[in-house]
Every structure is written in structure tokens, then in C-alpha cells.
């Protein structure tokens, strides 16, 4: 699993290093400024009441839960664009992204949908006062609205990233940020004629920030005189329905995977809730911790997903399977290091949420799992952002199911909540516990399975890989 590296000279690795860094840091920042968006509206939603933050904290869940779902349909955009790159198809680029513009569209509009309809069965099922009931719907209307924005910006981010541009993706996600922060006062407390809008005025200062972030994306794609020979903004093209397919296609393995991933986090945190507020306030400090840190793969895979395919694309078989170890072997030094950041200094990273001493105590304990599973999950994630190049889609998402909810989730239970394992129950710790195991489990299927993909490209491209049928857009 080597993936060639040992008979590959230093130069050509450290420039290929080079070159995932170049694109993966840009689309660091901008990641890094999406999850700060979150922290300011629970931040400025916590100094407005007690049920502001509590409404802003679960229509945030369901928000994002939705986000991410539909953002995986989207990157299928990703590798298309990026073979298509490799192969020198350049007339074709242009096709393919305004079909991808379409493509995001209509996936906006169904995650409003969506949006909509959930929000009588949330009233069915949470039982809270009728006040943080009605500011969570209110929320979750306002981010309804930023469907369309958000997804239309995710295939503007797959044409820029694609084409090796990730700047404007990083600078107009700051921009965002940055005019996120007063729209959200703006609309917490009413100023300027606005309603008052309380905690829930954070989705709708959400919804107008993606739709300044997709706008913004856009005009500068169709100003930048590099991807003007693309022709994004020549003319508009119709929807073609068997190029939507072939995204759906594509997409959908990888919506699931992102929907099972975010999906356990999501649901541990509900099955520790009656282990009292300590535990979940530590666990909490200690999960978003983590979310912080995940950024690094995270980056690193988006990259690999472009290098990967654009090597693909050009016929360079070798050449993304050496790329592709490359990025592995980078996530693990990023992971090494940071797992030793978190041994040293894990109080101290608990002190930045709390000054509650057990609290403290608790979360340090729970930061030594983040610590122990971070090179693991490095692993799973940069080997997920590889396949996605492959175009390798199906087998990733049953390996994340099989991991995530039935080692991770399902031993959970069985180590934190039962006593048919061990006795007396793990409590928090089963939890954690089983998600060292199901991230070390997605690790090693993953890395094996793109390791034997990778080798029988070298030989049988044709027959090797599970990639959908030859786009036919019309030019």
C-alpha cells in the first residue's frame, strides 16, 4: 500500500506535495470560515437568551444535516470536471458546468422542499415550549431560503476548483463570513426597519450570505480572463436531462456517505443526552474540537479528488496513484502532529469552552480518543477524496454505512448504554470508543480498497473501475 512512493525520486514527490498544498490550503480557509459561521450564530444567539441558542442549535443540526447531504450530490461535479481537464476537453468544460449550475439548482430547490416539510413533524416530535419551538422553525425557514444559493455556490466551487482556481472559493467564503456577522445582529435585534427577529434571524442572515457567496463566485468567474476560454457564461443551455442522471448518478453514493458520516455524530449526541449536561457539555467541547481540526483531510481529500481526476483524465494512471499517496502520506504527518498537539495541550483546548473544572477534567479525557483516532480517520477521509477522483463512488459509501452505523453507531449503543458487553456501561466512553473502532475499521477498508483500484488501473482501465457512462452534453 505503498502506492509507489519508494521507487518515486524526492523531487517529483515534493513537487506533487507542492502541488496538493497549493490547492488544499486555499480550500482549508474557505471550509474553515463555513464552520466558523455556525460558532458566530451560536455565539451571538447565546447572548440574546437561553432559547435563542437552544432554537438556533437545533435548527442548525437539521440545517446542516440537509447541507451536507445534498452538498455530496454536488460534488460528483468534482471528478467530471476535473477528467475532463486532464483529457484536454476544454470545449466541453463549459457545457458540463452550466449543466452542473442546473444540476445544483434543482437540488437547492428539493433541500428547501425538504426544509419545509420537516418542520411539522419537528413540532410532533420535540416537545419543547412553544417559544423555541416557533424561533426553530423560524430558523429553519430562513435557511431554507439558502438552498438554492448554497447548492448553485457548490458546482461554482467544484468549475473553480476543478480548474486548479481555489482562491475566490476562499476569498468570497471570508466575505461571507464577514457580512454574516452584522446581517445577524442586524436581524437578532431589529436595526435599520428590519424585523426582530431574535436568534432566528441568524438562518436568515445565513440564507443572504450564501446568496452573496453564490453571486459573488459567479461574477468572478465571468470576469477572470482564466476561465473565460472555458465559456461558463457564453450562453444558457437548456437542462439536459441524461447529464442531471448521470450527476444524480455519480452523486448519490456520495450523498449518502456524507449523510451516514454526519449522521453519527449527530445521533451519538442525542443517545449521551440523558447522561446528564456535564457529559454532554464535554462531549460537545470536545466534538467541536474535532470538527475544527478535520478541516486539515478534509482539505487534503477535497485536492485529491481534482489531482486524481485530472491525472485520470490525461490517461496518467501512475501518476494519480503516486499523487494519491502522496496526499495519503501528507494527512498522516498533519495527523501526526496533531495528535500530538492534543496529548500535550488537551486541557487546555477544553479551558477555551469552560472554566468548570470537571467539565475540563472530562472533555481532556474524551480529546485522548480525538488524539487516538486521528491518523485513522486522516486516512479515511483523504482515501474517500481519492476514490471520488476514481469515480469509484458505491463501494466507499457501503464501507461507510457498514463502518459508521454499524460499528460506530450500533457498538456505541452496546458499549455506552447496555451492559451485554461490558459491565457496568461505558457511558460516554463506549461511544468514543466505538468510534476509534468504526473510523479504524473505514480506515483500513478504504485504503485497501483504493489500493488495489489504483494497481488494476495501471493495467485494466477499462474494466476496473465502477464509473458511470461518457457525459454527452451538447456543446
Known sequence: MHFDLNRTPSARLFADARQIIHLALPMMVAQTAQVATGFVDAAMSGHVSTEDLAAVSIGSSIFLTTYVTLMGLVTALNPILSHLLGAGEHERIGAVGRQGLWFGLII?????ALLFAVQPLLRSVLHLPAAVEDKTMLFITGTALAMP????????????????????????????????IPLNYILIH????????????C?????????????????YIAANRHFRPYGLTRRVDRPDWRALREFLHLGLPI?????????????IA?????????TVASHQAAMNFSSIIYMVPQSISSALTVLVGQRLGADDARGARRITGVGIALGLMGGVLIMLAIF????????LYTDDPRLIELGASLL???????????????????????KLTRVPMLIHVTAFWGVGLALGVLLGRTDWLVAPPMGVYGFWTALVISLSAAALLLISYLARQSRLRLTAPSSALESPRELDVHR
Open 368 to 390: 485522548l480518543f480525538a488524539a487516538v483516532y486521528q491518523l485513522t480517520d486522516s486516512t479515511q477521509t483523504i482515501a474517500s477524496g481519492a476514490l471520488r477522483g476514481y
Open 255 to 267: 450523498g449518502l456517505s456524507f449523510f451516514v458520516e454526519i449522521s453519527l455524530f449527530a445521533f
Open 270 to 278: 442525542l443517545l449521551i443526552a440523558p447522561l446528564g449536561a456535564l
Open 344 to 351: 500535550l495541550w488537551r486541557s487546555d483546548i477544553i479551558r
Open 108 to 112: 437547492g430547490l428539493i433541500g428547501t
Open 190 to 201: 431589529g436595526l435599520f426597519g428590519m424585523p426582530r427577529l431574535g436568534g432566528a434571524g
Open 203 to 219: 438562518g436568515w442572515a445565513t440564507a443572504a450570505a450564501f446568496w452573496f457567496n453564490a453571486a459573488a463566485l459567479f461574477c
Open 149 to 180: 444559493a448554497a447548492m448553485v455556490h457548490r458546482a461554482l466551487h467544484a468549475f473553480a476548483a476543478s480548474l486548479n482556481r481555489p482562491r475566490p472559493i476562499m476569498v468570497m467564503s471570508i466575505a461571507a463570513l464577514l457580512l454574516n
